[in-house]
Structures are given as C-alpha cells and as structure tokens.
C-alpha cells in the first residue's frame, strides 16, 4: 500500500492548500502596503503645513484627490488584472507608490502635492488594493470566501498600525522629505521580489476537479449593473458606504493633527491612529462571524453605534487632553472602522446573485467619492472656523444617517436575494425593493 494513500498511512496532500493560503497572504501583505503607505500622510501633514506654508484645505484636498482618484481607478485596476495577471499589477502598483513618495519627498509647488500623493498613490493603491485582491481571492475559495475576504480587508487596519507610527519615526530621525525618501526607496526595492513570485500558478485558481470553479450561470439570468441601479438596495449599499466613508474621513485625514493640537505629542498622536486602525482588524473579522449569527442589521447597527461613541470621545477630548477619552476613541472607533466594507460586500453578494462584482466596483466608487469629499470638507472646515468642533459634529451626523437603510429596507436588513431579471422576450421584471 502506498505511503499517503486514501486507505492507509498518512492522509493525502492537498497540492491546493498552500496556494490558496497564500493568495491571502499576499492579499493581506499587499492591503498592508497600500492603505499604510497612502494613509501614513495623516503624520506629513503637519510638518509639510509648517515647513511650506500651504493651508490645511490644501494639503487635505490631496488626500481627497488620492481617495477619488483609487476609487475611480478600481475598475480600471480589476481590468488590467484580468488582461495582464498579477506579475504585471502588483510590481506595477508598487512602483507608482514609488515614484509617489519618492516625488513626495521633493515637493517645491502645489501641483507637485496633487501630482504624487494624489494622482499616483491613488493608482498605486488601486493596483495593488482590494479589487485585484478579491479577485485573486475569488479564484481559490469558495466556501471559506466571507472569512478569507475579511483577513485581506484586515490588511488595512494592521498597515495603518505598523506604517503611521514608523513614520513618524522616520520624520523625527530624518525630516518629513527623508521619511518620505526613505519609504519610496524601500518600496522599488520590493518590486523586483514581487515580480517573481510564483504568480502564474497563484493566478490559475483551484482547479475544476476541486469542485471550486463558479457555475455557469444560465443564459438571461443574474444581475446587471443597469438592472441593479433600478433597484432600492442598490441605492440603499450606496447610501451606507457613501455616508460611512464621508463620516469616516473628516475624521481620519484630520485625527493626528487634531490630538497635536490637543496638546499631544506626535509620535503618540501616531500611535492612537495606529492603534485604532489595528483594532480594525479584530473587528473586520468579527463582522463576518457576527453577520451569521445575530444578522446584517444588528451587526452593521452595532458598528456604526461604536464610530458613533468614537467621534463622541474626540469631541469631548478636544482641546481637553483626557486620557479615558482618548482610550475610548482609539478602542470604539477603531474595532469599528473597517467593519461596513466586509458587510456590504456580503451583502452586495446575497442580494444580487450572478453579478456582485461589477455591482460592488460601482458601490465601491461611491464610496470613494464620500471618502474624497469628507476629506476635502474636514480641511475647509478647519481653515475656515480654526478648529475642529464643527468637522466632528458633521461627521458624527454622517455616521447617525449612515445605517439608514438597514432600518428601511428589508432586503438590506436581512440580506434577502433579490430575482434576477428575466431577459426573455421584452418583459424585464425584478422583485425585491424595486422602485
């Protein structure tokens, strides 16, 4: 009897579980890279204020152009995946977040700060992101989708954790131009690895006779985007992530330069963004498990009743050091910031069966326009009442509106399929909260 056969010995290889862990790790790794590279410009913006001069509304609109300009280019992003894989993408993204922080670290002119930390770390993050890591994800797991989904989204929390605070670091030891230098060399110096990874075997996906490959669905059946957008929980996801991502962003692009101005210090202003992204991550996976068991509507309600609490603790901290206050910001806000984008994912999924992916790619652009726009608005805020009192209390009122539609609409609350459209004939009928 053969060693390792099905009837005796030891139990048989699986030759497709190591690719599929790591699909995720990387997936994970690159989620890293892109949100804490992007984000850590929350700690330049000071020292860039203070050395150039510029008003804050200009040094936030970048971030709101980096933000729009990613969700924009997500579906051009899922393109080139598909048409030239991810040996192309990836070192491609890593390379214009390269030359973002590199041309970052030599900013003279306004239209410099847009071109590199706008423009091409929005492409750059795009390219290596969410969309091609879902996509990667999708050719590997089936059963196990919701959770291997969730430990990439995580990604984002743990970059923002480990990349904010060393860069400041960076900028204390060598100038906020040195940091930036420093970063764009480390990242063309991951490119060549990258690139030869083993990615045309990660890129096949679980073979057929695994069972994992996607049923063909028959002809005139599933969802299409213009179909889906004549739909009220289609407008309802886009109500959520917008108003989340509006909310969420005056209060992230602004939260370190606001605790400095608290009185504390930046490298501990630092560390409770960073934390509070690192509990993101516990909170990304646990949305997934709690969808299951207590359901969509009390686990979204409960995360955005954490954001809420959150914002609360900054308004009350604000200007007024207080170290509960600022425990209770980084704990609420941060194991709730994250969790709605893993929840409307799933949700995009149960409820328009056949098409979620070009539907979600629509959602998540919405999304990046309220991120864009909180962002800009938080610096105008700022520049014109000299504070923060106003920016807080705008965006606590986006995060109370933000859960609306799980209130409103039953197909949301309890992630009801939605029926595909039937293409037979003339007759285009879709049952569900249709208008």
């Known amino acids: 009897m053969p060693f390792g056969s099905r009837t005796g010995g030891a139990p048989p290889r699986n030759p497709t579980l190591l690719p599929a862990l790591l699909v995720v790790l990387f997936a994970f790794l690159f989620n890293f890279v892109a949100r804490g590279v992007a984000d850590a410009y929350t700690v330049f913006l000071v020292p860039i204020e203070q050395e150039t001069g510029w008003p804050r509304s200009t040094l936030t609109s970048v971030y709101a152009l980096y933000m729009l300009v990613q969700g924009l280019a997500a579906p051009v992003s899922g393109m080139a995946f598909e048409r030239f894989g991810p040996r192309v993408v990836y070192p491609a993204g890593l390379v214009l977040l390269a030359l973002a922080t ?8 306004r239209w410099q700060l847009h071109l590199y930390l706008g423009i091409v770390t929005g492409l750059g993050v795009a390219a290596i992101g969410m969309i091609p890591a879902a996509a990667l994800i999708g050719r590997w797991h089936r059963r196990h989708l919701g959770t291997a989904i969730a430990i990439a989204y995580a990604g984002f929390g743990s970059g923002i954790l480990v990349i904010a605070p060393l860069a400041q670091l960076l900028i204390e030891r060598l100038g906020w131009r040195g940091a930036y230098q420093a970063m764009g060399l480390l990242l063309a110096a991951l490119a060549l690895p990258v690139l030869l990874l083993p990615w045309r075997r990660l890129a096949d996906g679980r073979p057929a006779e695994d069972g994992a490959t996607t049923p063909v669905r028959r002809a005139g059946t599933g969802w299409r985007l213009p179909e889906a957008m004549r739909t009220l929980p289609f407008w309802g996801l886009v109500h959520v992530l917008f108003f989340t991502a509006f909310g969420m962003y005056i209060v992230i692009v602004q939260v370190v330069a606001m605790l400095v101005e608290s009185g504390y210090p930046p490298i501990e202003a630092a560390a409770a963004f ?12 646990a949305a997934g498990g709690l969808c299951d068991r207590i359901g969509f509507r009390t686990t979204a309600l409960a995360s955005f009743a954490g954001t809420l609490a959150g914002i609360l603790c900054l308004i009350g901290l604000y200007g007024r050091p207080s170290p509960i206050l600022l425990a209770g910001y980084t704990l609420l806000f941060g194991i709730a910031q994250g969790a709605r984008g893993p929840i409307v994912s799933t949700l995009t999924s149960r409820i328009f069966v056949g098409g979620s992916a070009t539907i979600f ?16 608005l938080s610096g105008l805020l700022h520049d014109l009442t000299q504070g923060y009192a106003v920016s807080l209390v705008v965006a606590a009122a986006a995060i109370g509106a933000a859960p609306l539609p799980f209130l409103l609409s039953p197909a949301i609350a309890g992630a009801i399929p939605a029926t595909p459209p039937l293409r037979a004939g003339s007759a285009i009928t879709a049952k569900g909260d249709a208008p």
Not at 102 to 109: C, I
Not at 274 to 285: T, Y
């Open 274 to 285: 960073g934390s509070a992204g690192m509990l993101s991550v516990a909170g990304v996976i």
């Open 102 to 109: 590199l041309g970052g670290s030599m900013l003279e002119a």
């Open 361 to 376: 790619g629509s959602i998540y652009a919405t999304m990046s326009i309220g991120a864009a726009l909180g962002a800009w």
